[in-house]
């Protein structure tokens, strides 16, 4: 059995990987090793009623270089700080990594596999060690629209995406019920009265929301009774990275010969856990709907059609009713009154499942059954 190091395993993905991991019975395949990086020697998970103690150092290289395999959801600066390191001294385990630092990296894949197993596979053969999990938004895009992806049939996507609080960390959740919480509290009165003023509530509430005192710590502008129309760095080409991504590591995990042009407006909401996303994409050539349809419903186990109606939408195809599962609706699915070519559809993801640990813990999978 494989020795397996876990680094960043309390955070948010790793905690949602470990629970995946224990649901699945994965730790009877291995030998796992709990790490940390700031609380060196106490008690790490409890796992099947078994806790496991004395955490070890996560910025001790000796110890991480008895590990066949690092699993990290520690983050960007971890990776940072430690992979190269690793490298140099000839560590020559696999490497699986949530954060974006090494997806750019020509001898790295961007595993998710229900999409592109064939290239995982090919790479562990030719001795890859560096697998990294990919963007919430394209994982999720491409196991909603990966039937089409896979028929070749998609000449390019604009996306506007809407995207949890959760996908900017734990930090971030808290933030953002703070924020709610805020709101109420200010007009808690008023709502129990049944002669209330709208307009009165609105404007406490708005200025609750203007308020230096509103919770900004993190998010440092409102998101509660407000959105954010960006997310991550400038890419100083008036895209932000979030956007930037999505064409990038889209072509990277289809290995695609010819680009797949993709771009749109990412946009943070106040959902808790769940990325939604709004496409319009033209596709190659002349397919009807039903066809369409039959494609993307018959691509994998996870992806959802949800009929083009108001009430199978308004039930099925929203955060709330996706939230902490591993389906992937594909909604508001017709053809587009622009032209003959162009579609609309509409997915909803939990980004902590399929857009980050789920993937992470299928690849573990594949490397512990070499
Ligand atoms: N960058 C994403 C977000 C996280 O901010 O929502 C998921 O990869």
């Known amino acids: ?92 385990g696999y490497w699986i990594d949530a954060a974006s630092t090494l997806r750019m990296k020509d001898d790295s894949v961007i595993v998710l596999d229900p ?43 604009y996306v506007s995406t809407y995207q949890a609080a959760s996908g900017a960390g734990a930090k971030y959740v808290i933030e953002l019920l703070k924020q709610m919480g805020s709101l109420y509290n200010a007009v808690s009165e008023d709502l129990s009265n049944n002669f209330y003023s709208i307009l009165e509530i609105t404007k406490k509430v708005t200025k609750i929301i203007q308020d230096n005192n509103f919770p900004l710590k993190n998010f440092s502008v409102p998101l509660a009774g407000s959105l954010i129309p960006w997310i991550d760095s400038d890419m100083g080409t008036g895209q932000s990275k979030e956007e930037w991504k999505g064409q990038f590591e889209t072509n990277k995990i289809l290995n695609s010969k010819n680009i797949i042009k993709i771009d749109g407006i990412c946009v943070r909401i106040s959902s808790i856990r769940c990325h939604s996303q709004s496409i319009l994409m033209k596709l190659s050539k002349n397919v009807s709907l039903k066809n369409i349809e039959e494609i993307i419903a018959n691509h994998n186990t996870w992806v959802n059609l949800i009929p083009n109606n108001m009430q199978e939408t308004i039930s099925k195809l929203t955060p709330s009713a996706v939230t902490g599962t591993l389906n992937i609706p594909v909604g508001r699915l017709r053809k587009s009154s622009i032209g003959e070519k162009y579609f609309s559809a509409f997915t909803v993801g939990d980004q902590l499942l399929w857009g980050a640990a789920e993937p992470l813990r299928r690849m573990l999978n594949l490397l512990t059954n070499i």
């Open 1 to 92: 059995m494989k020795s397996v190091g876990f680094v960043g395993w309390r955070g948010m993905v790793g905690s949602v990987l470990l629970n995946r991991m224990i649901e699945e019975n994965d730790f009877s395949k291995i030998i796992p090793h709990f790490f940390s990086t700031s609380q060196i020697g106490q008690n790490g998970p409890t796992i099947n009623n078994i806790t496991f103690k004395n955490l070890k150092n996560a910025y001790n290289l000796n110890l991480l270089e008895e590990m066949d395999i690092i699993v990290t959801c520690q983050g960007g600066s971890y990776t940072d700080s430690i992979y190269s390191k690793l490298r140099k001294n000839n560590w020559n």
């Open 115 to 157: 999409i592109n197993l064939e290239s995982i596979n090919q790479a562990i053969s030719h001795g890859i060690k560096t697998f990294v999990g990919g963007n919430c938004t394209v994982s999720l895009m491409l196991i909603a629209l990966g039937g089409l992806f896979k028929e070749n049939l998609i000449e390019w996507i």
